[in-house]
């Protein structure tokens, strides 16, 4: 694809021409095919920015909104690493792509950055170097991007080393700097092709109200960069100083803030030959992508698909009792209630700790059920009665399932917590319900939720006793006589087997529920680390059938 004849001078053209951004949406292998299978009006899909060596980045909070439409972030380059990657990125070239590929990458280094290049020239139309990032460690990102010196130093030696380099050089600047259009015609005179604008502003800090505390979690204190509808006018002013100093000849991906039809008549018109859309993609459901940026393209009716309610204000609770079941395993119950169904859940916050996606067990009190994992479980388990976390959400979205007179819930280890949801949700029914949970082993009283659990049907356990999954061993064909649905929760794989199972003894695949409770850093749809088969449970919810799942090449 000839990358350079379609968005050179198109700021002339003003032929709306869309990109995803770097770490936003389009930020693995299945979220790269979505967008150019069955996004069309989406013409640059540029990737998350990659690393020679794995990067954790920044543990959650990620992400915060302090109004909606406008974001705080501090992802911290988090990505698995140019090897891990590579693989991933070569099978999607061989098979064909439609839209124009933007490879992101990152490094401190001139040595490392040419390693990268090298690495991805062959599969890339372009290669974004992220010379930007505001909450990047030192050497990184903004470091580079804020220094005309380094910034065009790097791209001369990148330049040099290798001569041969196939796709575009694109450099992305940081608007944090008294002359960007500097910086660029910098970098474009050392050898660039075009220049992405801008990243995140900032770094700012973002203070939660009820507690007082920093939101996001890294080494600056909370810092992290802006991007939303607040930095919008930035963004229009760094692509016209850009513009201004390099001519029309170069490249500019103009990104920031755009979020409304009118926002990208005003990029191309600022100079823009591309416009990138990000933070505004975690305010749409995933299934209306296609609609909302067809709308932005023709200038229809963007709107109607923005969601404005800020999902990422958090609510205070007091813990109210913890309940141990053995070393590993407790029940928390927080004062407040909630209206969570099944296929939804919500983030448990302790300030400067950390936070992570839970599932909601019982409604009224709040309660849940917290096995011991990492670092963050380590500190929940640590609070006591009198004690104050926090919530937010709801994500995902309710389940959506067929009626039917009998059903058989399996759970495993802490995937319980979503039982009794369902159970709650079917008993709404007159459903008949079979309920059977495999424990790692039994304990002197009852097991996890045994007591709500049992309420609303026939309640087993099963201890593992060495083998796991042992609880799958007691289903037989006599359990799907009749009109029945099944309903699975707990770690991939034992639900893979449940699920093969039961379709074995012939139980409709679009009868079998799997809940697909993939790890999430914001719950909007923003990070893309939850994505299943094509889809976001983060957003779309956290049931799906079994075909839905086998149609889609999910990885349980």
Not at 57 to 79: H, K, M, Q, T, Y
Not at 274 to 302: H, N
Not at 378 to 397: P, W
Request: net charge negative; proline share 6%.
């Amino acid at each position: 694809m000839d990358a350079a004849a379609i968005l050179r001078g198109n700021h002339l053209r003003r032929k709306p021409l869309l990109a995803t951004v770097s770490g936003v949406a389009s930020t693995k292998k299945e979220l790269i095919e979505l967008f150019d299978r069955k996004i069309p009006s989406i013409d640059v899909i540029t990737t998350k920015s990659f690393q020679v060596k794995p990067n954790p980045g920044n543990r959650e909070p990620i992400v915060c909104s302090p109004a909606p439409g406008d974001f705080g972030n501090s992802v911290g380059l988090r990505n698995p690493g140019m090897d891990a990657v590579l693989p991933e990125i070569r099978e999607l070239r061989e098979k064909g792509l439609r839209a124009i590929l933007n490879i992101s990458l990152s490094a401190s280094t001139p040595e490392d950055f040419i390693t990268l290049v090298k690495a991805f020239d062959p599969y890339a139309d372009m290669l974004e170097l992220n010379f930007s990032c505001p909450h990047a460690a030192a050497g990184y990102g903004a470091s580079i991007g804020s220094d005309i010196c380094i910034a065009s130093s790097y791209v001369k030696a990148i330049c040099e080393a290798y001569p041969e380099r196939k796709s575009l050089l694109i450099i992305k600047l940081t608007p944090n700097v008294d002359d960007i259009g500097a910086i660029a015609k910098a970098v474009i005179d050392s050898g660039a092709d075009g220049i992405a604008a801008i990243n995140t502003v900032g770094p700012k800090l973002y203070i939660e109200p009820h507690s007082g505390q920093p939101i996001l979690n890294n080494k600056l204190g909370g810092k992290g960069g802006a991007s939303g509808e607040w930095v919008r006018e930035t963004a229009l002013e760094a692509i016209r100083s850009i513009r201004k100093a390099i001519g029309d000849e170069p490249i500019i991906l103009g990104m920031g803030g755009v979020t409304h039809p009118e926002d990208v008549q005003a990029m191309l018109e600022a100079g823009a030959d591309s416009v990138g859309i990000g933070s505004a993609l975690s305010r749409v459901m995933p299934t209306e992508w296609e609609a909302y940026l067809s709308a932005m393209k023709s200038g229809g009716d963007a709107d109607r698909y923005l969601s404005n309610e800020n999902r990422l204000v958090y609510t205070p609770h007091t813990v109210l009792s913890r309940e141990m079941h053995g070393s590993d395993v407790m029940i928390v119950r927080l004062s407040g209630t909630m209206e969570c169904q099944p296929g939804e859940f919500v983030f448990i916050w302790i300030p400067g700790k950390g936070e992570k996606p839970f599932s909601v067990a019982v409604n009224d009190p709040l309660t849940f059920l917290i096995k011991k994992r990492g670092e963050f479980t380590k500190a929940l388990f640590d609070v006591q009665v009198g004690d104050t976390v926090y919530t937010r959400g709801l994500y995902g979205s309710p389940m959506a399932y067929t009626p039917s007179k009998k059903a058989l819930l399996i759970g495993g280890g802490t995937g319980a917590a979503v039982l009794p949801l369902i159970a709650e949700k079917l008993s709404k029914d007159g459903t008949e319900m079979d309920i059977r949970v495999g424990i790692v082993e039994k304990g002197e009283g009852p097991d996890p939720l045994e007591d709500v659990l049992s309420s609303y049907g026939r309640y087993s356990s099963v201890a593992d006793d060495g083998k796991p999954g042992r609880v799958l061993d007691t289903i037989s064909g006599k359990d799907i006589e009749g009109d029945v649905c099944a309903y699975i929760v707990g770690p991939g794989r034992m639900m893979q087997k449940a699920a093969e199972k039961l379709e074995s003894l012939g139980l409709s695949d679009e009868r079998i529920h799997l809940s697909m409770e993939k790890n999430t850093m914001c719950g909007i749809g923003m990070c893309g680390e939850c994505v299943c088969g094509g889809h976001l449970p983060c957003k779309e919810g956290t049931f799906f059938t079994w075909r839905t799942l086998k149609e889609n090449g999910a990885e349980l």
